[in-house]
Structure formats: C-alpha cells, structure tokens
Nanobody, 124 residues
Framework: QVQLVESGGGLVQAGGSLRLSCAASGGVFSSFAMAWFRQAPGKEREFVAA????????YYTDSVKGRFTISRDSAKNTVYLQMNGLEPEDTAVYYC?????????????????WGQGTQVTVSS
C-alpha cells in the first residue's frame, strides 16, 4: 500500500517562502508520477504542479509559474514543492498525489494515491 506523508506547511507573510515535502513509502517510487494539488476553504481541489517519474519533465498551473518549483529525490523517495513569492491567494491545504499512468496529468481523478495534506497560510 502506497503511503504519502506531507510536511513543511505553516504560516508565512506575503512574499515569503516555504518548502513542502512528500515522503512516499510502500511502492517503487520511480514508477510514479507525482503532483501537488491544493484546496482552499469552500473551493474545489485544484492542480498546482506535476513531475514525471524521472524528474525530467514538469508542468505548472499558470498562477504559480515562476514562483513554485516541483522536484523529486529518488534516493529519499521524496517530492518537493518550493514555493517562493507566496501570496494570500496561495492559502490552502496542499496535497501530494501519485499515479502510475504515463505522462503528466492534472485531473484529481487521474491520481490514485493521496497524502493527508498540509496547511499553508499566507498573511497579507
């Protein structure tokens, strides 16, 4: 059973930075494409960023391009989301997700494995 555990969330002022981590266990990490989603209160869960199995290909939603960076460390079975230039609109619970299908995917239904989420709050 694949398990994903996020960490690194917290409270930060606008313009600040945070790095989220997602530790994976119970599966062959290199066989999974990984992604980050987020969900703000009263809103649907939305795609943030994705990375393929090797780390050679990434994709971002427009609102975070140039500010967020997704990466992975196969030696540590961990995927990261470096978030710079944070804005109050980035406030949400951030979720790590994994799938075994080919290609980068942005749909919630494309992912079969999810973490429990970590809260990110950006104050103005």
């Amino acid at each position: 059973q694949v398990q994903l555990v996020e960490s690194g969330g917290g409270l930060v002022q606008a313009g600040g930075s945070l790095r989220l981590s997602c530790a994976a266990s119970g599966g062959v990490f290199s066989s999974f494409a990984m992604a980050w989603f987020r969900q703000a209160p009263g809103k649907e869960r939305e795609f943030v960023a994705a990375i393929n199995w090797s780390g050679s290909n990434t994709y971002y939603t427009d609102s975070v391009k140039g500010r967020f960076t997704i990466s992975r460390d196969s030696a540590k079975n961990t995927v990261y989301l470096q978030m710079n230039g944070l804005e109050p609109e980035d406030t949400a619970v951030y979720y790590c997700a994994a799938h075994r299908r080919s290609g980068l995917r942005i749909g919630v239904d494309d992912y079969g494995y999810w973490g429990q989420g970590t809260q990110v709050t950006v104050s103005s």
